[in-house]
């Protein structure tokens, strides 16, 4: 099938470098011309397991291709996938004009008949608005479909060829048949794909992330409770997931959520609420919880060093806002970092994927290093703020060695506190009591 994304982010390159991976021709469209012209000459603008070696493969081969002119991917294309970007406004609602923008020139270029799909998330009712704006620009059939991406970053990949579920948004028959055919790779075992209307599947993509958050939220707000009543958060984590009414997805505490998603995904569906004339208290509360978990862990170690603050030197695992990724939009470690930089702390990080992007956010106040051993140099303490792998199993012994003294502040409960004890490194983490050395 011919293919057209338009918005090569990281949801448009995802989707272009999957798609030509299982045979399509496949053209990728972008404004930026920098970013077109590197991935041209193979520079990847994101950070994501296996993602390289697929654009790669599938450029080489002809089934992939790069351009800034949009005629040129629409004139070769059946069906056009929209990926722009939908960041926050100022309120809290999610800003379509990207998405508005790419709808309004298809319409003024398109010749012949298209499938135009938008994989980018916006606001329910958005579907209506672009089908009227393509409509009163050209008398040129076509369809719309809403088909939300539910990619988890660092697993970017293998989440799109190997979905959970396809959310295809259409009441066309026809359409309907022509997306199963082009999905139907991804298919091979069981198929996975759920048809509905596009109002339904805009709202199915907000209350999936909305849904994630609040677990996320929930564990965080009993950890602090664990903490005053002298309970472990990872036996209590243990006994829930084990429920099978909730099973152990993200029940994991730490220092919140952030990344491109949850953060924006929320404040557009109490932004939606509020212009409908609904109070999303639930949803107030999960944003909430996760700025208040950001603050306390922050807290935690700022309040450790009191007095003391402008002679403390810490190090920090970890700047992403997750694992398996360069992202730091709206990253808790980026945000407890800059608090530790307000009280005048010096910081000594590493991160495997983020350092320049977080060095460059925090306007160079931090000092990065090729390797975790490295930032603990001459540091009072070692912060974890990323849940990477290799932070998982390290060498305490080269840890208690290199810092000025043995203390962990574990922001993602990544250590058994018992092995700790025996390590003889005070340790702090999420919702367990403190080892003390």
């Known amino acids: 099938m011919k293919i057209c994304v338009v918005g090569i982010g990281y949801v448009g390159l995802v989707t272009a470098a999957c798609l030509a991976e299982v045979g399509n021709q496949v053209v990728c469209v972008d404004n930026d011309s920098e970013k077109i012209d590197k991935l041209k000459h193979g520079t990847i603008p994101i950070y994501e397991p296996s993602l390289t070696e697929k654009v790669k493969y599938n450029e080489q081969r002809g089934r992939l291709r790069f351009t800034t002119k949009l005629k040129e991917g629409l004139d070769n294309s059946l069906v056009i996938f929209i990926a722009v970007g939908t960041p926050s406004g100022d309120d809290g609602s999610a800003d379509i004009s990207a998405v508005l923008s790419v709808a309004k020139q298809i319409a003024e270029s398109i010749t012949d008949y298209k499938i135009i799909v938008t994989k980018s998330t916006v606001p329910v009712g958005t579907s209506r608005k672009v089908t009227g704006l393509i409509s009163s620009k050209t008398k040129v059939t076509f369809d719309y479909v809403s088909n939300p991406e539910f990619l988890k970053e660092g697993a970017a990949v293998a989440d799109f060829m190997s979905p959970d579920r396809i959310i295809i948004g259409t009441q066309n028959k026809t359409v309907r048949q022509t997306l199963k055919q082009l999905y139907k790779p991804f298919m091979r075992r069981r198929n996975r794909l759920i048809f509905m209307d596009p109002v339904s599947a805009e709202m199915s993509k907000y209350a999936a992330n909305a849904m994630l958050a609040t677990r996320i939220s929930f564990m965080n707000e009993l950890s602090g409770l664990c903490e005053k009543l002298g309970a472990d958060i990872e036996l209590v984590r243990q006994a829930l997931g084990s429920d099978s009414r909730i099973g152990a997805s993200f029940l994991f505490p730490g220092v919140g959520f952030g990344g491109s998603c949850f953060p924006k995904d929320i404040r557009a569906l109490a932004y ?161 009591k403190s080892v003390m050395k």
């Open 272 to 432: 939606m609420g509020k212009d409908n004339g609904l109070d999303m208290k639930l949803i107030h509360s999960v944003r909430q919880v996760n700025d208040v978990q950001h603050e306390r862990f922050a807290n935690r170690v700022i309040d450790y060093f009191a007095g003391r603050t402008e002679d403390i030197t810490l190090a920090v695992w970890g700047l992403a806002f997750k694992a398996k990724t360069d992202d730091i939009r709206e990253s808790p470690a980026v945000y407890c970092v800059q608090k530790f930089l307000d009280k005048k702390i010096k910081i000594r990080a590493y991160d495997p994927a983020a350092a320049s992007s977080a060095l460059k956010a925090l306007n160079g106040n931090i000092k990065t290093l090729p390797d975790g051993y490295s930032a603990l140099e001459g540091a009072d303490a070692l912060v974890i703020l990323t849940d990477w792998q290799e932070f998982r199993n390290p060498d305490f012994e080269a840890i208690a060695e290199k810092l000025k003294k043995p203390l962990i502040f574990d922001g993602r409960n990544l250590y058994e506190p018992a092995v700790i004890k025996k390590e003889g490194i005070e340790y702090h983490s999420i919702g367990r």
